[in-house]
């Protein structure tokens, strides 16, 4: 195995995703369900953090708005109401605080603010950080020690804040939730053999892009936005992340045939919309990498990629996704000859706001 800590990460991810469902799933786990209590008693959910532990809200996001528990998703630093949100939200809403470190300066300062207003759940990965300690449920994401930009922290996160959802919805057992865990886990352990020869092709389709758009949709919007933040950090690339709706609005005016689109398309709800959208850009000649779960009717073609993963339902779907792009953006920084995972201007914890 590479001594590269950033694929040894992404490697480690189904390890990481057991540690997960041994702590919430195999035992009781009754911050799990106090936390589940406190979603119930809420008239609405607030789930905030700054950007990849944001974007790993999605998810869960989706879920609980599916079924009826309105939610909310913000950046840390506009749910900051001394700046703009000034006594907006009820006395009685429930916050879910998410920040792999516990230490950044956007959750510092909210929490400090907070200071009892609201219940807190906090969810991260150093069980020695404010937030662990400043919040009312802690829900640690035991993704171990983290040495390279985030990749098994965010499948991490993911995992328990689906996990809460699913208990708090459920309100008996996250039995079946596991289940989605665990089949989600094997499925990247036979993506872990032999992952060179699946990426490199990837590879190859994405290098020397001078942008490249990841979009997706409803749970997959997460793995489109974390994606894009990992081809900003590791290869160092201009890449954006959006709603896949949002696309049309726009986006189509300025996208170029020497750019490239990623797509994620899950089976599920939004991917007959998703294909139509696979549809334009093709007939724009844009090539388009279309990841999908599924077998899709469209018209081979040069500038046209598929990366079929294997099948999930669209709510643990994106735990699969989202890995095959860690792994094309470490080679495509290996292949740029920088070191794969290292920050060389910016820090993990960010402690300036």
């Known amino acids: 195995m590479t001594t590269n800590p950033l694929i040894s990460e992404i490697l480690e991810q189904p390890e990481a995703l057991r540690r997960v ?56 630093s506009e749910f900051l109401y001394y700046h703009y949100h000034a006594d907006s939200f009820p006395r009685n809403a429930c916050f879910v605080v998410v920040s792999q470190s516990g230490e950044s300066a956007e959750i510092v300062h909210l929490l400090q603010k907070l200071n009892g207003r609201s219940p807190v759940i906090g969810v991260f990965n150093n069980e020695d950080s404010y937030l662990a300690n400043h919040c009312d449920v802690a829900l640690p994401i035991y993704a171990g020690p983290q040495h390279a930009c985030g990749s098994k922290t965010n499948l991490s996160t993911i995992a328990v804040l689906l996990l809460l959802a699913e208990a708090a919805l459920v309100g008996k057992s996250v039995a079946a939730a596991g289940a989605q865990l665990l089949k989600v886990v094997e499925s990247l352990d036979r993506l872990n053999d032999g992952w ?25 919007l997460a793995s489109a936005l974390f994606s894009a933040v990992l081809f900003k950090e590791v290869p160092k690339l201009v890449a954006e992340g959006m709603s896949a709706a949002a696309f049309r609005h726009g986006m189509l005016e300025m996208i170029r045939p020497e750019h490239r689109v990623v797509l994620f398309a899950p089976a599920g709800i939004t991917h007959n919309l998703a294909l139509g959208l696979a549809e334009t850009v093709l007939d724009l000649d844009i090539p388009l990498l279309l990841v999908t779960n599924r077998d899709v009717d469209l018209a081979p073609r040069d500038h046209l990629r598929l990366l079929r993963t294997p099948a999930h339902d669209e709510v643990w779907a994106p735990l699969v996704d989202m890995v095959p792009l860690q792994m094309a953006g470490y080679e495509l920084a290996r292949r740029r000859g920088l070191e794969p995972g290292v920050l060389q201007i910016a820090s993990y914890v960010t402690t300036i706001e």
């Not at 919430?24 to 607030?46: H, S, T």
């Not at 990426?199 to 409803?218: H, M, Q, V």
């Open 196 to 220: 060179q020869a699946t990426i490199e092709p990837i590879a190859d389709f994405l290098e020397g892009a001078p942008y490249t758009a990841f979009l997706g949709r409803g749970f997959s």
């Open 21 to 76: 469902y041994q702590a919430y799933v195999a035992q009781q786990n009754e911050p799990l369900w106090a936390a589940a209590a406190l979603l119930r008693a809420a008239p609405i959910i607030y789930m905030t953090g700054m950007v990849t532990s944001e974007y790993a809200s999605y998810a869960a996001a989706s879920l609980l708005n599916q079924a009826g528990c309105p939610t909310v998703v913000q950046d840390a």
